[in-house]
């Protein structure tokens, strides 16, 4: 059973870059029969899919976030990570990593506990 | 962007009784060359992150009891909860997964009556 661990910075300043690792177990994260998605949700508030990479590197983003936003997977290290630059308060969100199925269409079927983060000065 | 919109945003119903929500993209997410809509459904307990239902609009996931099930196509589609129990007490949201990004409805909260 595939499982995922959000980590880092709870608290990330105005203007400056939130940066997040997820750590897969249970499987290969090179594995074709994975994409690796974040998606976050305000506190109290609804799902927003930020985006998704494929085992060969291939990136989805949001439009909403387009400009901001990289995801990248380092599978020696067994991770994929977020990063989105230039962060307000309206990017306070619990971020959530998981995991899609190319061969269920791309859906998101495995989700990480989240981690809560926090744009504060 | 596909849009969902989902109905009502909250509901009570009964223990024992059948919930009912909506669920409707703002173009089709039917896939014509496999005839498949690209339409999940999850259920979000607080303090948890979302749970897979539904996928296919209608193929429940496994260990996902049968009280759960998903209809529609094309545009509009349904959540029925039948014999409700205490612990469905959640909120529910639908999502499209036919192109990016792969957005979701607002959620619709069930509680118990």
């Known amino acids: 059973q595939l499982q995922l661990q959000e980590s880092g910075p709870g608290l990330v300043k105005p203007s400056e870059t939130l940066s997040l690792t997820c750590t897969v177990s249970?499987?290969?994260?090179?594995?074709?029969?994975?994409?690796w998605a974040w998606v976050r949700q305000p506190p109290g508030k609804g799902l927003e899919w930020i985006g998704s990479?494929?085992?060969?590197?291939?990136?989805y983003y949001n439009p909403s976030l387009k400009s901001r936003v990289a995801i990248s997977v380092d599978a020696s290290k067994g991770q994929f990570s977020l990063k989105l630059n230039s962060v307000t308060a309206a990017d306070t969100s619990i971020y959530y990593c998981?995991?899609?199925?190319?061969?269920?269409?791309?859906?998101?079927?495995?989700w990480g506990q989240g981690t809560l983060v926090t744009v504060s000065a | 962007d596909i849009v969902m919109t989902q109905s009502p945003d909250s509901l009570a119903v009964s223990l024992g009784e059948t919930a009912t929500i909506n669920c409707k993209s703002s173009?089709?997410?039917?896939?014509?060359?496999?005839?498949?809509?690209?339409l999940a459904w999850y259920q979000q307990k607080p303090g948890q992150p979302p749970k897979l239902l539904i996928y296919w609009a209608s193929t429940r996931e496994s260990g996902v009891p049968d009280r759960f099930s998903g209809s529609g196509s094309g545009t509009d589609f349904t959540l029925t909860i039948s014999s409700l129990r205490a612990e469905d007490v959640a909120v529910y949201y639908c999502?499209?997964?036919?192109?990016?990004?792969?957005?979701f409805g607002q959620g619709t909260k069930l509680e118990i009556k």
């Open positions: 249970g499987g290969s994260i090179s594995s074709s029969n994975y994409y």
């Open positions: 999502q499209q997964y036919y192109s990016p990004p792969h957005t």
């Open positions: 173009q089709s997410v039917l896939y014509s060359s496999n005839n498949k809509d690209y």
């Open positions: 998981a995991s899609s199925n190319p061969r269920r269409g791309g859906l998101v079927d495995q």
């Open positions: 990479v494929s085992h060969s590197g291939s990136t």
